[in-house]
């Protein structure tokens, strides 16, 4: 029997629930609606969704706010909006825990398939029995990366990453100098449903350097490669 998703859609503006129901219903998701930050709240508490569309700007509380909130208590995955023109740093909503980006006004099959593939990739790791790891620990310099308990320690003392950062990190770490391109990163962290704009991945190294080495500008860890992508040295 096909599971029937609940998906929470965050925004005060008609024009977006109506792009989002049409969307939605094609998959026969369930929706749930909140036009401010409050009702988000209190919709996720009292609904428990698999999925929450979130706009940056709401009414009340902000759309940064909740994801934080949210991010407190679950993994549940985040798709913030943003509307085209607003002065937005998408590290910030990442280094929160969103798990994509998109930007007003955008196309409602491209809505779609980055629904499809965040709903597939969360329900895929719930069902999945945890993967042998080549190694528990990884350990170079001052970094060291605990896979089991998800912890990052940099000169002895912990560092805070979000899902995805960690994510990232990992997956590089356990291919150490292996060149990787934007594009492959991408898709080991999104899936290859849709192409999104690499440049998140740019990102997502930059705020990793930020948190795990010493000089970011002289990066020890994540190097990039220029005009392929990047690695993990080892």
Same mark, same amino acid.
């Given at each position: 029997m096909k599971?029937?998703?609940?998906?929470?859609?965050?925004?005060d503006e008609e024009s977006?629930?109506?792009?989002?129901?049409?969307v939605l219903k094609r998959e026969a998701y369930e929706l749930?609606?909140?036009?401010?930050?409050?009702?988000?709240?209190?919709s996720f508490q009292k609904e428990s969704p698999d999925l929450v569309i979130l706009d940056v700007m709401l009414p009340l509380i902000d759309g940064y706010e909740v994801c934080r909130t949210i991010?407190?208590?679950?993994?549940?995955?985040?798709?913030?909006?943003?509307?085209?023109g607003e002065i937005i740093d998408k590290s910030?909503?990442?280094?929160?825990?969103a798990d994509d980006y998109l930007v007003k006004p955008f196309s409602p099959v491209e809505l779609g398939l980055?629904?499809?593939?965040?709903?597939r990739r969360s329900f895929d790791k719930e069902q999945s029995a945890p993967k042998a790891r080549k190694t528990t620990k990884i350990s170079k310099g001052e970094l060291e990366i605990n896979c089991e308990s998800h912890e990052v320690f940099v000169r002895g003392k912990p560092v805070y990453l979000?899902? #995805?950062?960690? %994510?990232?990190?990992?997956?590089?770490?356990?291919? $150490?100098d292996?060149?990787? *391109?934007?594009?492959?990163?991408?898709?080991?962290?999104?899936?290859?449903?849709?192409?999104?704009?690499?440049?998140?991945?740019?990102?997502?190294?930059? #705020?990793?350097? %930020?948190?795990?080495?010493?000089?970011?500008?002289? $990066?020890?860890?994540?190097? *990039?490669?220029?005009?392929i992508g990047y690695k993990f040295s080892q």
């Open positions: 599971r029937t998703y609940k998906v929470l859609l965050v925004d977006i629930y109506r792009v989002v129901e049409q749930l609606y909140a036009d401010n930050g409050e009702g988000a709240l209190e991010r407190e208590t679950s993994k549940v995955p985040i798709l913030m909006l943003s509307a085209k910030v909503g990442f280094n929160l825990g980055r629904v499809k593939a965040l709903l979000t899902p #995805k950062e960690f %994510e990232l990190l990992t997956f590089m770490a356990e291919h $150490p292996q060149v990787f *391109t934007r594009e492959q990163l991408f898709a080991h962290m999104w899936g290859d449903e849709y192409v999104n704009d690499t440049s998140t991945i740019t990102v997502f190294i930059r #705020k990793l350097r %930020e948190k795990i080495e010493r000089d970011p500008a002289k $990066p020890q860890y994540i190097q *990039t490669v220029w005009g």
